[in-house]
């Protein structure tokens, strides 16, 4: 079966780059169009990859500088603050996944696809590395009768900062959002100051202090288990593995309390890990994401509608593609 070429916007980024090498190496045969700012940029990285072609994005344009030339999806790796892409891709009836806004800034994107909800799948792709911390914590739910709260403490090496595009979404996060989204009792709540912050341990034990964030994981995770206490934070510091005289890796602390099926107290406590740090782990979702939008694996394309990255990607095969990198979904001890 052949395919139109897959748009990746930013492609010659890290992240891009990961995904952009992900699809290649499961599906030889699908052409890649890898677009950015700088062509020579982009045509180096076309040149390795192989079936992939560099294209300069023109923002300003509403074919993006691409004339006709046909596409089947598209992805964006940095801020796109003219909404250009998902206005190419609603345009023509293309999916679109977005993995840079912040939770402030779905309003606008979720407004153009109101106007046309069965032009094409769209994908909120803004959790936290892309569907490694919601498809982990629901997998882990799965024991809980019912959810009470979630904890998630995501650790990021100091040596693992990402590429320019990471950095200025934090910088706009932080500026735009001195306050941060929690769930607490049932009710969305914004916490500033001292309340934001937190303290999770690391695999390794080591607490970690860290600082709330607005990630878009809290809604989904509150809308699919009910869990009334919801919080997200993030800490920079030293990942267990480079502790223990490693490489740097990235890792996800996930802490549920609730009840099992005799209603009886449970706590658990797990952790994702990943050996690589947070682009190969980004880059995994993207490009599980890509393969089901486009139905590269051989099954029916997603149909049109509004989707977090959880309602797409196949937990099991998901989980089983984290091993084949090296990583884990593991249990943790309670204390």
């Known amino acids: 079966m052949s395919f139109l070429p897959i748009l990746l916007i930013g492609g010659a980024g890290e992240i891009g780059q990961r995904t952009a090498r992900s699809l290649r190496s499961r599906y030889p045969d699908v052409p890649l169009l890898i677009g950015g700012r700088s062509k020579p940029k982009a045509e180096h990285v076309a040149s390795a990859l192989g079936n992939a072609e560099a294209v300069v994005i023109d923002p300003r344009s509403d074919h993006l500088g691409l004339g006709d030339r046909q596409t089947s999806a598209v992805a964006v790796f940095y801020a796109d603050d003219q909404l250009s892409a998902l206005r190419y891709a609603h345009a023509r009836g293309i999916a679109h996944l977005s993995i840079s806004s912040g939770i402030y800034e779905i309003a606008p994107e979720i407004a153009i696809h109101m106007q046309r909800p069965d032009a094409a799948a769209m994908v909120l792709g803004y959790e936290w590395l892309v569907g490694a911390t919601t498809i982990a914590t629901l997998t882990c739910a799965k024991s809980f009768a019912r959810v009470e709260s979630i904890r998630?403490?995501?650790?990021?090496?100091?040596?693992?900062?990402?590429?320019?595009?990471?950095?200025?979404?934090?910088?706009?996060?932080?500026?735009?959002?001195?306050?941060?989204?929690?769930?607490?009792?049932?009710?969305?709540?914004?916490?500033?100051?001292?309340?934001?912050?937190?303290?999770?341990?690391?695999?390794?034990?080591?607490?970690?202090?860290?600082?709330?964030?607005?990630?878009?994981?809290?809604?989904?995770?509150?809308?699919?288990?009910?869990?009334?206490?919801?919080?997200?934070?993030?800490?920079?510091?030293?990942?267990?593995?480079?502790?223990?005289?490693?490489?740097?890796?990235t890792e996800i602390i996930i802490e549920l309390t609730g009840v099992d099926a005799q209603d009886a107290p449970l706590r658990s406590r797990h952790a994702v890990f990943h050996p690589g740090g947070a682009a190969p782990l980004t880059a995994l979702g993207v490009s599980m994401l890509l393969e089901r939008l486009v139905g590269l694996d051989g099954k029916p394309a997603t149909p049109a509608g509004l989707f977090f990255p959880y309602q797409i990607i196949n937990h099991a095969a998901y989980l089983g593609r984290l091993e084949q990198e090296g990583g884990q979904l593991m249990t943790l001890a309670v204390a």
């Open 152 to 249: 998630i403490g995501a650790l990021v090496d100091e040596e693992d900062q990402g590429g320019p595009a990471v950095a200025e979404d934090f910088e706009r996060l932080a500026a735009v959002m001195p306050s941060v989204l929690a769930r607490t009792g049932g009710a969305f709540v914004w916490r500033d100051g001292d309340a934001a912050g937190s303290t999770f341990r690391a695999i390794d034990g080591t607490a970690i202090k860290a600082s709330g964030f607005s990630s878009i994981d809290i809604a989904g995770l509150a809308a699919v288990t009910g869990a009334r206490d919801v919080m997200f934070a993030i800490g920079t510091g030293v990942s267990s593995s480079r502790r223990a005289g490693g490489a740097k890796s």
